[in-house]
């Protein structure tokens, strides 16, 4: 599992972006580009947790059967946090016969822009029985000093 900085002036991914401060939430409505192939489609919409702790945010993503090499978290943009990975299909021998097939198989990518108060230099990633989790920790909120003023009279 790497975490990556980059920056992209096109990417074709951009509508399944999640702002959760925008009123229209785009990534429910609009489907992936890479959700397309059917084969693929469910996998390629990997399914994510995001929760806010006063600590952190914190996402959660099941994704079994992928390894910790196959999986990439990456901040672009400044702001974006991007999930992505692939989970590569089962070889086919020419002797097995196939009764049915419903896991599936592809590349998956999810973006989420950050708050402002994200602190995106201390991401933290880890895998764990097929859950990939991502904390995201949250800048110190600084409270407005407040001076007391004595009355004269």
Do not use: C, Y
Request: hydrophobic residues 35%; proline residues 6%; neutral net charge.
């Amino acid at each position: 599992m790497s975490l990556v900085r980059r920056s992209n002036v096109f990417d074709p991914f951009s509508l399944d972006l999640w702002d959760p401060f925008d009123s229209v939430f785009r990534s429910s409505i609009v489907p992936s580009p890479a959700a397309t192939d059917t084969e693929t489609a469910a996998f390629a919409n990997a399914r994510i947790d995001w929760k806010e702790t006063p600590e952190a945010h914190v996402f959660k993503a099941d994704i079994p059967g992928v390894k910790k090499e196959e999986v990439k978290v990456e901040v672009e943009d400044g702001n974006v946090l991007v999930i992505s990975g692939q989970r590569s299909k089962e070889k086919e021998d020419k002797n097995d016969t196939w009764h049915r097939v419903e896991r599936s198989s592809g590349q998956f990518m999810r973006r989420f822009r950050l708050p402002d108060n994200a602190k995106v230099d201390h991401v933290k990633a880890g895998l764990e029985n097929g859950v990939l989790t991502v904390t995201v920790p949250k800048a110190d909120v600084k409270k407005p000093e407040v001076k007391s003023i004595q009355i004269s009279g």
